[in-house]
């Protein structure tokens, strides 16, 4: 069972704002990178905002400046806040969450990804 809920997608019209969620659960010794990657129809699956353990983040260029990935690692919650959205942005948004997980007694590292929210932009 992936440890991953996301929450936050729905319908919203161009130029509004939509915060994404996904929290990790389970007994986690640590969480690594953290990223959000979407999916529209008929296309790939492409990288959106990636958020490394040190706090650095990247972005895709479609994105800059409009989308902000961040962390709670209190929660082991990682946000997408989107603002200024586009008809170009309505995808499946999927997170990606790199860690290390205690098994029993002993550490495993593992690379999950969250079942999927739809984000719809569109007036």
């Known amino acids: 069972q992936v440890p991953l809920v996301e929450s936050g997608g729905g319908l919203v019209q161009p130029g509004g704002s939509l915060r994404l969620s996904c929290a990790a659960s389970g007994s986690i010794f640590r969480i690594n990178a953290m990223a959000w990657y979407r999916q529209a129809p008929g296309k790939q699956r492409e990288l959106v905002a990636t958020?490394?353990?040190?706090?650095?983040?990247n972005y895709a260029d479609s994105v800059k400046g409009r989308f902000t990935i961040s962390r709670d690692n209190a929660k082991n919650t990682v946000y997408l806040q989107m603002n200024s959205l586009k008809p170009e942005d309505t995808a499946v948004y999927y997170c990606?969450?790199?860690?290390?997980?205690?098994?029993?007694?002993?550490?495993?590292?593992?690379?999950?990804w969250g079942q999927g929210t739809q984000v719809t932009v569109s007036s």
């Open positions: 958020l490394s353990s040190s706090g650095s983040s």
């Open positions: 990606n969450v790199k860690g290390i997980w205690w098994v029993g007694v002993t550490t495993r590292e593992y690379d999950y």
